[in-house]
C-alpha cells in the first residue's frame, strides 16, 4: 500500500483566497509529483521535483501556483487566488527515480472546493 | 491531443466473470504502459506496469502489450465486488526527456454485480 501522505483530506476556500495542501512523499522517493484531477476525472500534470529541485512545471502552475520541496519538510502546493476552476482532488505521488518506467504511487488527495 | 484512449467508458461482469480493458496510446513515443485502479474516495493505486510485448501476470490481473499497435489490454479474472472502480491506462514517453511525467486515458467505470 501507497505511503504518500496527503493534507489535508479537505479544503474549502472562497474565491480569491490562497490553498495549501502538503505531502509527504514515500521514504526514499526523492522524485514528487502533482496533478489535478476534475470532476470529470481527467489528470492535469502541475509539477514534479527530483529532491528539492524543480523538474517541469506547466505554465498554470507557473502563474499561479507555488509550489515546493523543502529537505526534511513536506512538500507543499498552494495557490495563491483560488478560482471556482480550481475546484478539483489534488494528487502527490512520488516514484524512486525521475525516470520513465518508475512508478508512481499515489496518495488519497486534497479535495478542494471553491465556492 | 489526448495520448491515450480507453474502451470501454463503463462495463457491468458478474461476481466470478471476466472484465476485460482496452487502451491504445496514439503516439508512438509513449510506449511505457501503467494501470491505476480508484476506489471512490481515494487516490489512484498502481496495479501493474508493461513494457514488452506479451502478457503480464499478477495474481488475478494480466496485462497484455502489442507495441506494433501500441495497444494494452487488462483482464480481471474471477472479478470481486470489491474490484468495482475506476481503471485507468497511463502513459509515459521513451526516453528520458518527459522526466516520468504520465498522461492518463479517462477511464473505465468497473461494475461487479454480487
Known amino acids: 500500500n501507497s505511503k504518500v501522505i496527503q493534507t489535508p483530506r479537505y479544503l474549502v476556500k472562497g474565491q480569491g483566497q490562497k490553498a495549501k495542501m502538503r505531502c509527504i512523499p514515500e521514504?526514499?522517493?526523492?522524485?514528487v509529483f502533482w496533478y489535478q484531477q476534475n470532476k470529470n476525472n481527467e489528470f492535469k500534470f502541475l509539477i514534479n521535483?527530483?529532491?528539492?529541485?524543480?523538474?517541469?512545471q506547466i505554465d498554470m502552475t507557473e502563474k499561479r501556483f507555488s509550489a515546493e520541496c523543502p529537505s526534511n519538510s513536506p512538500c507543499s502546493l498552494e495557490i495563491q487566488s483560488s478560482e471556482a476552476g480550481d475546484s478539483a482532488l489534488y494528487l502527490c505521488?512520488?516514484?524512486?527515480?525521475?525516470?520513465?518506467?518508475?512508478?508512481?504511487?499515489f496518495g488519497p488527495g486534497t479535495r478542494l472546493l471553491v465556492l | 491531443q489526448q495520448k491515450v484512449q480507453q474502451s470501454p467508458e463503463s462495463l457491468s461482469v458478474p461476481e466470478g466473470g471476466m472484465a476485460s480493458l482496452n487502451c491504445t496510446s496514439s503516439d508512438r513515443n509513449f510506449q511505457y504502459f501503467w494501470w491505476y485502479r480508484q476506489h471512490s474516495g481515494e487516490g489512484p493505486k498502481a496495479l501493474m506496469s508493461i513494457f514488452s510485448d506479451g502478457d503480464k501476470k499478477e495474481g488475478r490481473f494480466t496485462a497484455h502489450l502489442n507495441k506494433a499497435s501500441l495497444h494494452v489490454s487488462l483482464h480481471i479474472r474471477d472479478s470481486q465486488p470489491s474490484d468495482s472502480a475506476l481503471y485507468f491506462c497511463?502513459?509515459?514517453?521513451?526516453?528520458?526527456?518527459?522526466?516520468?511525467?504520465?498522461?492518463f486515458g479517462a477511464g473505465t467505470q468497473l461494475i461487479v454485480i454480487p
Open positions: 505521488a512520488s516514484s524512486l527515480g525521475g525516470l520513465n518506467q518508475d512508478t508512481q504511487y
Open positions: 497511463a502513459v509515459s514517453e521513451l526516453g528520458g526527456s518527459a522526466l516520468g511525467r504520465l498522461h
Open positions: 521535483f527530483q529532491n528539492q529541485e524543480v523538474l517541469q
Open positions: 521514504k526514499g522517493h526523492p522524485v
